[in-house]
Every structure is written in structure tokens, then in C-alpha cells.
Nanobody
Framework: QVQLVESGGGLVQAGGSLRLSCAASGSILGIYAMGWYRQAPGKQREWVAK???????NYAASVKGRFTISRDNAKNTVYLQMNSLKPEDTAVYYC?????????????WGQGTQVTVSS
């Protein structure tokens, strides 16, 4: 069984910064792509950023230049450094990891962490 536990959300003023973490645990044989999504009230969940097992990164246009995704493979953890936050970044942020276990290889989701940016 695999669990993803997120942390680091909170309330911040516009222009501020937050760092999200997502730690995977369980019977993990390997973690491939790791990513972050977000869902604002009344909106669909949207992709934010992705990092491959080789360290290549991609960002949504709305966060490029402000957010940085990184990973620590030894800790099975992915991070999202968020700078220059805007009120429109307010959302529940979810991590998503593609993980191989003995049983299969599939995507797992974290429980979500709330990020609120005040104007």
C-alpha cells in the first residue's frame, strides 16, 4: 500500500512564498514522474508542474517563472516552491506520483493541502 502525505500549505499574503512537500511511503519499488495539481473552488482540477525521474521539469503557463518543482529521490519526496504568490493561486494543491509496487504501476494522489493567498 502506498500513501502520499502533503504538507506546507497555509495562508500567505500576495507576493509571499510557500513550499509544499509530498512524501510517499509504503511498498515502493520506484517512483517515476512526480507532479502537482490544484483545484480552486468551483473549478476543475488543473495541472501545475511535473518532474520526471530524470529531473526534467515542465510548468503550466500560469506558474512558470514563479514556481519550482524539485524532488529528493532518497526521501521519495517532491517539493513545490511557490514564490510571488497571487490571489488566483488560491486552491487545494494535490501531489500525483507515478509509482511502481510489486502489484502494479499507477498514479497515486495525495490528500490535498490548502493554499490561500490574500490580496
Amino acid at each position: 500500500q502506498v500513501q502520499l502525505v502533503e504538507s506546507g500549505g497555509g495562508l500567505v499574503q500576495a507576493g509571499g512564498s510557500l513550499r509544499l512537500s509530498c512524501a510517499a511511503s509504503g511498498s515502493i519499488l520506484g517512483i517515476y514522474a512526480m507532479g502537482w495539481y490544484r483545484q480552486a473552488p468551483g473549478k476543475q482540477r488543473e495541472w501545475v508542474a511535473k518532474i520526471t525521474s530524470g529531473g526534467s521539469t515542465n510548468y503550466a503557463a500560469s506558474v512558470k517563472g514563479r514556481f519550482t518543482i524539485s524532488r529528493d529521490n532518497a526521501k521519495n519526496t517532491v517539493y513545490l516552491q511557490m514564490n510571488s504568490l497571487k490571489p488566483e493561486d488560491t486552491a487545494v494543491y494535490y501531489c500525483n506520483n507515478n509509482i511502481r509496487t510489486l502489484a502494479n504501476r499507477k498514479d497515486y494522489w495525495g490528500q490535498g493541502t490548502q493554499v490561500t493567498v490574500s490580496s
